[in-house]
């Protein structure tokens, strides 16, 4: 791939003079077309007759696909209080606070839909007393692989509600990580936290 500077130029052809210009590479806000939002000072060709922008360059993409993963829709699940301490004192093992949360539910959430963990015990944790409880407290999940790694646990499990599959997924971070201390899932997670704390 070529990499692209400010300042740098080529011909290419633009849409709106329906001619082949020169564009000039330069850092521009960007609005998505359906007016959904802005990518900022992105880098893009210019068209040197219009002013328009003409290029999205592949080095630009990353950061335009940034842009639309925090703009997609978080899953939202309600849990009972107690959940939220189990996560709160798992996130404590790994030597985090209350907001190392949903990573630890993400890393189950991937390392059981892609079988990296088993998922079998999933509906036994469901049936279990520590999975009662009033729906209290809300939990969301954003990300770019979570929407469908939650669809893809769900059909393997065959638990169809979103927010039971998010409780067997903390009950069994309760047994893996609060209640057994598991030094695999904690090695694993202490290396996410470094990287996102
Ligand atoms: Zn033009």
Redesign the pocket.
Known sequence: MNILKVGDQEKAA?E??A?F?TVIYQLRDVPFSDGSGLVKQVLVGV?E??D?V?VLPQQSTPAVKCVLEKQRKPIESRVPAHMLDILNLASAEVGCGTEFAPYLIKYYVHALASRQMSANRLPRYLASDLAKGKAEKRISLKGQHIVEEVGALKSMTHIEKTSDLIRGVILKINDDIVQHKRQKPLNELKGIAAAVG
Do not use: P, R, S
Request: with cysteine; hydrophobic share 20%.
């Open positions: 633009c709106k003079c001619a210009v068209c007759q219009c328009q003409c």
